[in-house]
């Protein structure tokens, strides 16, 4: 006979909710209880009724003056609170549910439960209460479509604080590498974390610049020019490695042989844009930047 009734239950419709229950994260509950003023939460708040966890345990049908006033509300923002009366119906284990009891004849009192200049404490009338949750409701929507507004902009920052800190990485690394290779070609092997050995030669310089920045994308782009500024020598200007333009002049050029390392990379955005106008030079983050560093060192004749 159970498992018959069980399934005789069971195939009955359910019971649906006449008024829709409001999402309650937004709203908590105030009552004067003789202590300090605390904020309750809510839950299954409706035009009819809310259930407040609490540790209070009301009987069925005691009245209580229930103030409901948004997370987000400041003194003084009268729409953003409500006080309405309250019976209650039933207890539960974590807090008591409760019923409006919304005052009939709203146009007598203020509709956000404040004094009605009598020394009575007035309470919202049921316009006042659907009013009061309408503003929940569009505010959650306001804060919606600030937030999809929002959302680009700050993805667009992300891109840009990820693609400028790659930048000035680059840009210190191919700063290293020009001093590491101009190091190498004036000291060879005593110079620190060089290649062992007792004599330089071009394709060493371009090796160790090389190692230095492998860890950059795009390392492709690499372009490695070493010169040679030697007055006493025929021609003056040597190219060791990739061609020379615009060598500066030794200040003692009897003394000292100049020699000059240019180091040139592209450095292309790890992320890149989603939309750009090269044409008008619009980026929406960093566009490819070709960086150049030079190392300049002496060495005696």
């Known amino acids: 006979m159970a498992p018959f009734m069980g399934w005789f239950t ?3 419709p359910r019971q649906r909710r006449k008024v829709e229950r409001q999402d309650t994260s937004e709203v908590v509950a105030h009552y004067w209880d003789g202590g300090a003023p605390a904020a309750h939460t809510i839950r299954d708040l409706s035009a009819s009724g809310l259930f407040v966890v609490t540790e209070q345990r009301w009987y069925p049908g005691t009245m209580v003056m229930m103030t409901l006033q948004r997370k987000d509300s400041f003194d003084g923002e009268a729409d953003r609170s409500i006080t309405v009366q309250s019976k209650v119906v039933r207890s539960g284990t974590d807090g008591v549910a409760l019923i409006f009891v919304p005052e009939e004849n709203g146009h007598k009192h203020a509709a956000n439960g404040a004094s009605n200049g009598n ?7 049921r316009k006042a209460i659907s009013k009061f949750l309408q503003q929940i409701r569009n505010g959650r929507g306001q804060s919606l479509v600030e937030f999809i507004l929002v959302l680009p902009v700050v993805f667009l920052l992300i891109v840009n604080v990820v693609n400028f800190g790659a930048f000035f990485y680059a840009w210190i690394t191919v700063s290293n590498a020009a001093r590491a290779g101009a190091d190498f070609a004036i000291l060879s092997g005593a110079s620190a974390g060089s290649l062992p050995t007792a004599t330089t030669t071009p394709a060493q310089i371009t090796q160790i610049i090389t190692k230095d920045i492998l860890s950059l994308p795009n390392r492709a782009s690499l372009v490695v020019n070493v010169c040679e500024n030697d007055v006493g020598a025929t021609p003056a200007v040597n190219a060791l490695v990739g061609t020379c333009s615009g060598i500066p002049a030794d200040p003692e050029p009897t003394s000292y042989v100049l020699l000059t390392v240019d180091v040139t990379y592209t450095y292309l955005p790890l992320i890149p844009a989603g939309f750009q106008f090269s044409n008008l030079n619009v980026f ?11 190392a300049v060192m002496r060495e005696l004749r």
């Open 119 to 125: 020394g009575h404490f007035a309470t919202a009338g």
């Open 284 to 294: 929406a983050t960093i566009p490819p930047t070709t960086i150049h560093r030079r």
């Open 10 to 12: 069971g195939s009955l």
